[in-house]
């Protein structure tokens, strides 16, 4: 199996980054993630360790992909290959950083039954990847970067057995993943989580008979669309709308049965509130819309 390995990392999303790997259309690979917050010391940490931080794996290019597809890429399976993490907080940084009076990284353990906090607390583990995305129309952008592109929604539920459907710019895709957890909250309110690296397996189709203009996220159980804004209000109504396009497009329905379907089925759910730009996302039963 072909593997992007953590020696080759970008810090951007970019169609002129060089690709780590080729791939053809329904082959599983994998992307390896580094462990971006070992050097990491907070705001005035080196330049060195603040490029670290922005690391992604890829970009993958996956063969016979065109501008205008919708790429099917199939979470297969995560593995954690460390058995430790790093939470960091900081002042100023999301709703709960004006109570933190100075920078704390903290090294937590993860092992089989969870993640444990300083000996005391056991967390449950649930890996998930923060950023995934294709190379964007216009770039380069950051590696924090979100939009129609995908990028860092911090959805949660981006995780093995999920499908993240994006739309395609470029030849190829060129497909980054990052900022993976070994555990993250809705929210991630201090803007940190549990940091770690991550290893996941993919498998990457063109999606014939469903095409998207922004992401959506589907699980086994639900299907979900994200929006990002300066502020969570105006990242939900983004996320909103996009679920409502969605609906209208799938169910052949107008957009004021979409409104009524969502306000009285669908969750609307916090991606990242840690710092602007927040995203959102919005979750409805995979029984009511098929993709």
Not at 23 to 46: C, H, I, K, W
Not at 113 to 129: A, E, N, Q, S, W
Not at 150 to 163: C, E, F, L, V, W
Not at 208 to 218: K, L, M, N, S
Request: one cysteine or more; hydrophobic letters at 40%.
């Amino acid at each position: 199996m072909q593997t992007a390995t953590k020696d080759q990392l970008c810090t951007t999303f970019d169609a002129a980054n060089p690709p780590s790997l080729r791939v053809q259309l329904g082959e599983t690979f994998v992307m390896e993630t580094n462990d971006r917050f070992a050097t990491y010391d907070g705001p005035g940490s080196s330049d060195e360790a603040m490029d670290i931080l922005k690391t992604m794996a890829g970009p993958v290019y996956v063969e016979g992909v065109k501008p205008g597809d919708t790429l099917k890429i199939e979470v297969l399976d995560i593995t954690l290959p460390l058995d430790y993490g790093w939470i960091g907080a900081t002042p100023g940084r999301g709703p709960l950083g004006d109570r933190i009076p100075e920078f704390r990284k903290t090294k937590v353990k993860i092992t089989g039954d969870g993640v444990v906090y300083k000996d005391k607390v056991t967390m449950p583990l649930r890996p998930m990847i923060g950023r995934i995305g294709v190379a964007p129309k216009d770039g380069p952008v950051a590696s924090g970067a979100k939009g129609e592109f995908g990028g860092g929604m911090g959805n949660t539920q981006i995780t093995k057995g999920a499908t993240v459907y994006l739309p395609v710019f470029h030849e190829g895709g060129l497909i980054s993943i990052g900022d993976c957890h070994a555990a993250m909250g809705d929210g991630e309110a201090t803007a940190s989580a549990v940091e770690c690296a991550l290893d996941a397996t993919f498998r990457v189709t063109i999606a014939d008979d469903f095409q998207v203009t922004r992401p959506v996220v589907a699980t086994e159980t639900e299907v979900m669309t994200t929006g990002e804004g300066p502020t969570m209000e105006e990242a939900a109504k983004v996320a909103l709308n996009a679920m409502a396009d969605l609906m209208v497009d799938r169910l052949g329905i107008d957009y004021t049965d979409a409104a009524m379907l969502i306000a009285s089925a669908a969750d609307v759910r916090t991606g990242l509130a840690g710092h602007p730009p927040n995203t959102m996302r919005v979750a409805i039963p995979r029984s009511m819309l098929v993709v």
